[in-house]
Protein backbone atom coordinates (compact mmCIF):
# COMPACT_ATOMS: atom_id res chain seq x y z
CA UNK A 1 0.00 0.00 0.00
CA UNK A 2 1.83 3.41 -1.34
CA UNK A 3 1.56 6.16 1.10
CA UNK A 4 3.21 6.97 4.48
CA UNK A 5 1.53 5.82 7.12
CA UNK A 6 2.00 6.69 10.53
CA UNK A 7 1.77 4.10 13.48
CA UNK A 8 -0.44 5.52 16.26
CA UNK A 9 -1.08 3.58 19.23
CA UNK A 10 -4.57 5.03 20.20
CA UNK A 11 -5.71 4.57 16.51
CA UNK A 12 -3.93 1.95 14.59
CA UNK A 13 -6.18 1.24 11.25
CA UNK A 14 -6.72 -2.31 9.97
CA UNK A 15 -5.80 -3.26 6.61
CA UNK A 16 -9.21 -5.45 5.18
CA UNK A 17 -8.46 -7.73 2.17
CA UNK A 18 -10.46 -6.85 -0.75
CA UNK A 19 -11.07 -10.77 -1.87
CA UNK A 20 -12.85 -12.40 1.25
CA UNK A 21 -13.42 -16.31 0.91
CA UNK A 22 -16.19 -16.10 3.60
CA UNK A 23 -18.10 -13.25 2.27
CA UNK A 24 -21.41 -15.13 -0.03
CA UNK A 25 -22.54 -12.85 -3.30
CA UNK A 26 -25.44 -13.06 -4.58
CA UNK A 27 -27.42 -10.45 -6.28
CA UNK A 28 -29.17 -8.61 -3.39
CA UNK A 29 -25.78 -9.04 -1.63
CA UNK A 30 -23.85 -7.34 -5.15
CA UNK A 31 -26.94 -4.94 -5.44
CA UNK A 32 -26.20 -3.25 -2.35
CA UNK A 33 -22.58 -3.36 -2.79
CA UNK A 34 -22.70 -1.73 -5.84
CA UNK A 35 -24.82 0.95 -4.91
CA UNK A 36 -22.85 1.99 -1.37
CA UNK A 37 -19.71 2.04 -3.89
CA UNK A 38 -21.24 4.40 -6.02
CA UNK A 39 -22.73 7.04 -3.34
CA UNK A 40 -18.54 6.49 -1.42
CA UNK A 41 -16.98 7.35 -4.77
CA UNK A 42 -19.48 10.22 -5.30
CA UNK A 43 -18.33 11.96 -2.52
CA UNK A 44 -20.99 11.37 0.25
CA UNK A 45 -20.98 9.35 3.81
CA UNK A 46 -22.57 6.16 3.74
CA UNK A 47 -24.87 4.80 6.03
CA UNK A 48 -26.05 1.16 6.68
CA UNK A 49 -29.36 1.33 8.85
CA UNK A 50 -31.32 -2.15 9.68
CA UNK A 51 -31.82 -4.44 12.33
CA UNK A 52 -29.61 -6.41 14.15
CA UNK A 53 -29.03 -9.29 12.15
CA UNK A 54 -28.95 -8.27 8.78
CA UNK A 55 -25.47 -7.77 8.08
CA UNK A 56 -24.62 -4.10 8.86
CA UNK A 57 -21.38 -4.56 10.06
CA UNK A 58 -20.10 -7.35 7.25
CA UNK A 59 -21.33 -5.37 4.53
CA UNK A 60 -19.51 -2.24 5.58
CA UNK A 61 -16.13 -4.17 6.42
CA UNK A 62 -16.44 -5.37 2.81
CA UNK A 63 -17.39 -2.28 1.20
CA UNK A 64 -14.74 -0.39 2.76
CA UNK A 65 -12.03 -3.67 1.47
CA UNK A 66 -13.14 -2.67 -1.93
CA UNK A 67 -11.92 1.01 -1.50
CA UNK A 68 -8.35 -0.13 -1.01
CA UNK A 69 -7.74 2.10 1.84
CA UNK A 70 -6.62 1.43 5.76
CA UNK A 71 -9.79 1.14 7.89
CA UNK A 72 -10.06 2.86 11.31
CA UNK A 73 -12.55 1.23 13.31
CA UNK A 74 -14.94 2.80 15.80
CA UNK A 75 -17.58 1.03 17.98
CA UNK A 76 -20.23 3.80 18.93
CA UNK A 77 -20.08 3.62 23.18
CA UNK A 78 -22.27 6.09 25.65
CA UNK A 79 -18.64 6.99 26.86
CA UNK A 80 -17.29 8.52 24.61
CA UNK A 81 -16.57 12.10 24.28
CA UNK A 82 -15.16 14.07 21.54
CA UNK A 83 -11.78 13.53 22.49
CA UNK A 84 -12.24 9.86 22.33
CA UNK A 85 -12.96 10.94 18.19
CA UNK A 86 -10.24 13.84 17.85
CA UNK A 87 -7.55 13.20 20.08
CA UNK A 88 -5.85 15.37 23.38
CA UNK A 89 -3.47 15.98 25.55
CA UNK A 90 -2.27 12.55 27.06
CA UNK A 91 0.53 12.59 29.35
CA UNK A 92 3.76 14.71 29.50
CA UNK A 93 7.33 15.76 27.87
CA UNK A 94 9.98 17.13 29.69
CA UNK A 95 13.31 18.82 28.80
CA UNK A 96 15.50 18.89 30.75
CA UNK A 97 19.50 20.43 30.10
CA UNK A 98 22.26 20.94 32.66
CA UNK A 99 25.36 23.25 31.36
CA UNK A 100 28.60 22.75 34.19
CA UNK A 101 30.77 24.52 31.55
CA UNK A 102 32.36 26.73 33.97
CA UNK A 103 32.58 23.76 36.57
CA UNK A 104 32.03 25.76 39.58
CA UNK A 105 28.84 27.18 37.94
CA UNK A 106 25.83 24.81 37.50
CA UNK A 107 22.79 26.07 35.37
CA UNK A 108 19.78 23.87 34.61
CA UNK A 109 16.76 24.23 32.56
CA UNK A 110 13.64 22.76 32.79
CA UNK A 111 10.70 22.53 30.03
CA UNK A 112 7.36 21.02 30.22
CA UNK A 113 4.84 20.82 27.71
CA UNK A 114 1.61 18.57 27.12
CA UNK A 115 1.37 15.72 24.46
CA UNK A 116 -0.86 15.89 22.11
CA UNK A 117 -1.97 12.54 20.54
CA UNK A 118 -4.22 12.04 17.93
CA UNK A 119 -7.14 9.85 18.04
CA UNK A 120 -9.04 7.75 15.40
CA UNK A 121 -11.30 10.54 13.22
CA UNK A 122 -8.19 12.67 13.39
CA UNK A 123 -5.93 9.99 12.18
CA UNK A 124 -9.01 9.13 9.08
CA UNK A 125 -9.16 12.98 8.16
CA UNK A 126 -4.97 13.57 7.82
CA UNK A 127 -4.39 10.28 6.36
CA UNK A 128 -7.52 9.66 3.82
CA UNK A 129 -8.05 6.31 5.48
CA UNK A 130 -11.89 4.83 6.07
CA UNK A 131 -13.40 5.81 8.74
CA UNK A 132 -16.22 2.78 9.80
CA UNK A 133 -18.29 3.69 12.38
CA UNK A 134 -20.13 0.63 13.49
CA UNK A 135 -23.56 1.75 15.78
CA UNK A 136 -22.70 5.53 16.30
CA UNK A 137 -25.73 5.93 17.41
CA UNK A 138 -24.79 4.29 20.54
CA UNK A 139 -22.26 7.86 20.97
CA UNK A 140 -23.73 10.82 22.51
CA UNK A 141 -24.78 13.32 20.20
CA UNK A 142 -22.53 15.62 21.35
CA UNK A 143 -19.67 13.63 21.12
CA UNK A 144 -20.86 13.20 17.09
CA UNK A 145 -20.83 16.98 16.86
CA UNK A 146 -17.15 16.91 15.65
CA UNK A 147 -18.53 14.99 12.55
CA UNK A 148 -20.45 17.73 11.21
CA UNK A 149 -17.90 19.89 9.49
CA UNK A 150 -15.70 16.68 8.37
CA UNK A 151 -19.04 15.23 6.57
CA UNK A 152 -20.17 18.73 4.92
CA UNK A 153 -17.38 20.84 4.53
CA UNK A 154 -14.24 18.82 4.83
CA UNK A 155 -12.48 20.49 7.34
CA UNK A 156 -11.61 19.28 11.06
CA UNK A 157 -12.13 21.49 14.27
CA UNK A 158 -9.19 20.82 16.21
CA UNK A 159 -8.92 21.65 20.16
CA UNK A 160 -6.82 25.13 20.65
CA UNK A 161 -3.92 24.60 22.33
CA UNK A 162 -2.47 22.62 19.91
CA UNK A 163 1.17 23.55 18.37
CA UNK A 164 -0.51 23.07 14.98
CA UNK A 165 -3.32 25.30 13.55
CA UNK A 166 -7.00 24.32 15.26
CA UNK A 167 -8.14 23.35 11.75
CA UNK A 168 -7.67 20.29 9.27
CA UNK A 169 -8.23 19.79 5.65
CA UNK A 170 -9.31 16.32 5.47
CA UNK A 171 -7.23 14.12 3.20
CA UNK A 172 -8.70 13.59 -0.47
CA UNK A 173 -9.20 9.57 0.30
CA UNK A 174 -11.15 10.17 3.04
CA UNK A 175 -14.32 8.32 3.28
CA UNK A 176 -16.48 7.11 6.15
CA UNK A 177 -19.20 4.60 6.73
CA UNK A 178 -21.75 4.68 9.09
CA UNK A 179 -24.16 1.81 10.52
CA UNK A 180 -27.07 2.07 13.26
CA UNK A 181 -30.10 -0.04 14.36
CA UNK A 182 -33.43 1.66 14.28
CA UNK A 183 -35.07 -0.71 16.24
CA UNK A 184 -32.78 -0.93 19.35
CA UNK A 185 -34.25 1.27 22.56
CA UNK A 186 -31.79 0.96 25.28
CA UNK A 187 -28.44 2.16 24.70
CA UNK A 188 -28.90 4.47 21.77
CA UNK A 189 -29.41 8.06 20.78
CA UNK A 190 -31.54 9.82 18.37
CA UNK A 191 -28.86 10.97 15.10
CA UNK A 192 -28.82 14.59 14.88
CA UNK A 193 -30.69 15.36 11.76
CA UNK A 194 -27.70 17.54 10.34
CA UNK A 195 -25.74 14.68 10.59
CA UNK A 196 -28.26 12.32 8.63
CA UNK A 197 -28.72 15.19 5.97
CA UNK A 198 -25.20 14.67 5.31
CA UNK A 199 -24.81 10.91 4.37
CA UNK A 200 -27.00 8.29 2.16
CA UNK A 201 -28.80 5.88 3.91
CA UNK A 202 -29.38 1.97 2.52
CA UNK A 203 -31.70 0.58 4.46
CA UNK A 204 -31.48 -3.21 5.19
CA UNK A 205 -34.25 -5.36 5.66
CA UNK A 206 -33.81 -9.34 6.33
CA UNK A 207 -32.24 -11.01 3.66
CA UNK A 208 -34.36 -12.44 1.21
CA UNK A 209 -34.61 -16.97 0.91
CA UNK A 210 -31.71 -17.26 -1.86
CA UNK A 211 -29.33 -15.45 0.18
CA UNK A 212 -29.83 -16.94 3.42
CA UNK A 213 -29.29 -19.97 2.14
CA UNK A 214 -26.21 -19.27 0.82
CA UNK A 215 -25.01 -17.68 3.90
CA UNK A 216 -26.06 -20.71 5.93
CA UNK A 217 -24.13 -22.97 4.01
CA UNK A 218 -20.97 -20.78 4.03
CA UNK A 219 -21.14 -20.37 7.00
CA UNK A 220 -22.10 -24.09 8.54
CA UNK A 221 -20.54 -26.29 6.06
CA UNK A 222 -24.36 -28.22 5.73
CA UNK A 223 -25.49 -29.86 2.43
CA UNK A 224 -27.38 -27.28 0.16
CA UNK A 225 -30.67 -29.52 0.53
CA UNK A 226 -30.18 -29.16 4.74
CA UNK A 227 -29.70 -25.72 4.85
CA UNK A 228 -32.92 -25.13 2.39
CA UNK A 229 -34.83 -26.56 5.38
CA UNK A 230 -32.84 -24.65 8.27
CA UNK A 231 -34.16 -21.84 6.41
CA UNK A 232 -37.18 -22.42 5.86
CA UNK A 233 -38.42 -23.24 9.15
CA UNK A 234 -36.86 -19.92 10.66
CA UNK A 235 -38.33 -17.95 7.91
CA UNK A 236 -41.59 -19.60 8.91
CA UNK A 237 -40.84 -18.86 12.56
CA UNK A 238 -40.04 -15.64 11.75
CA UNK A 239 -43.65 -15.20 9.93
CA UNK A 240 -45.69 -16.25 13.00
CA UNK A 241 -44.45 -13.19 14.68
CA UNK A 242 -44.78 -15.37 17.88
CA UNK A 243 -41.09 -14.17 19.28
CA UNK A 244 -39.53 -11.33 21.24
CA UNK A 245 -36.92 -10.94 19.09
CA UNK A 246 -36.68 -11.59 15.31
CA UNK A 247 -34.73 -14.94 14.58
CA UNK A 248 -32.10 -13.43 11.79
CA UNK A 249 -30.06 -15.38 9.14
CA UNK A 250 -27.93 -15.97 12.81
CA UNK A 251 -30.62 -18.04 14.07
CA UNK A 252 -29.96 -19.72 10.74
CA UNK A 253 -26.17 -19.99 11.52
CA UNK A 254 -26.55 -21.42 14.71
CA UNK A 255 -28.81 -24.35 14.00
CA UNK A 256 -26.80 -25.41 11.00
CA UNK A 257 -23.12 -25.17 12.94
CA UNK A 258 -24.42 -27.31 15.99
CA UNK A 259 -26.61 -29.89 13.80
CA UNK A 260 -23.64 -30.18 11.56
CA UNK A 261 -21.34 -30.76 14.35
CA UNK A 262 -23.55 -32.94 16.17
CA UNK A 263 -23.51 -34.97 12.95
CA UNK A 264 -27.42 -35.06 12.95
CA UNK A 265 -29.58 -34.30 10.04
CA UNK A 266 -32.86 -31.60 9.62
CA UNK A 267 -35.41 -34.25 9.90
CA UNK A 268 -38.74 -34.04 12.10
CA UNK A 269 -37.25 -37.46 14.00
CA UNK A 270 -34.50 -36.27 14.45
CA UNK A 271 -34.35 -35.58 18.61
CA UNK A 272 -31.19 -33.25 18.54
CA UNK A 273 -32.57 -31.50 15.36
CA UNK A 274 -35.82 -30.21 17.52
CA UNK A 275 -33.73 -29.70 20.39
CA UNK A 276 -31.74 -27.35 18.88
CA UNK A 277 -35.00 -25.36 17.14
CA UNK A 278 -36.19 -24.91 20.26
CA UNK A 279 -33.11 -24.10 22.07
CA UNK A 280 -32.05 -21.63 19.41
CA UNK A 281 -35.62 -19.89 18.45
CA UNK A 282 -36.55 -19.55 21.63
CA UNK A 283 -33.32 -17.54 22.61
CA UNK A 284 -34.22 -14.74 24.82
CA UNK A 285 -37.71 -15.93 25.33
CA UNK A 286 -38.85 -15.22 28.81
CA UNK A 287 -37.96 -18.76 30.51
CA UNK A 288 -40.05 -21.11 29.46
CA UNK A 289 -39.23 -21.48 26.17
CA UNK A 290 -41.16 -19.16 23.28
CA UNK A 291 -43.06 -16.09 24.19
CA UNK A 292 -46.43 -14.56 23.96
CA UNK A 293 -47.91 -17.35 25.36
CA UNK A 294 -47.01 -19.36 22.19
CA UNK A 295 -45.93 -23.32 23.16
CA UNK A 296 -43.37 -25.34 21.50
CA UNK A 297 -45.87 -26.76 19.21
CA UNK A 298 -45.05 -24.02 16.83
CA UNK A 299 -41.77 -25.25 16.42
CA UNK A 300 -42.51 -28.71 16.06
CA UNK A 301 -45.59 -27.86 13.58
CA UNK A 302 -42.87 -26.14 11.22
CA UNK A 303 -40.54 -28.74 11.34
CA UNK A 304 -43.35 -31.41 10.68
CA UNK A 305 -43.88 -29.37 7.95
CA UNK A 306 -40.51 -28.72 6.34
CA UNK A 307 -38.95 -32.01 7.57
CA UNK A 308 -41.01 -34.61 5.92
Given amino acids: MAGNFAPLAEATPIIVEREQPGFVQTPYISDVVKRALMYIRSGYPLHFRGPAGTGKTTLALYVAAQLGRPVILIHGDE ?15 MKKTVDNFIHTVLKTEEDVKRTWVDNRVTVAC ?7 YDEFTRSRPEANNV ?3 VLGEGILDLPSGREEDNHLR ?11 NPEEYAGIHKAQDALRDRMIAINLGYYDRATEIAITRAKSGVSPADAERIVDIVRDFRETGDYEFTPTVRACIAIAKVLNMAGARPMAGDE ?11 SGADGSGLTKGTSNETVFRLIKKRCV
Fill in 170 to 180: VHPDFSAIFTS
Fill in 272 to 282: IFTRICLDVLG
Fill in 79 to 93: EFSTSDLVGGEYGYR
Fill in 147 to 149: LLS
Fill in 126 to 132: RYGFTLL
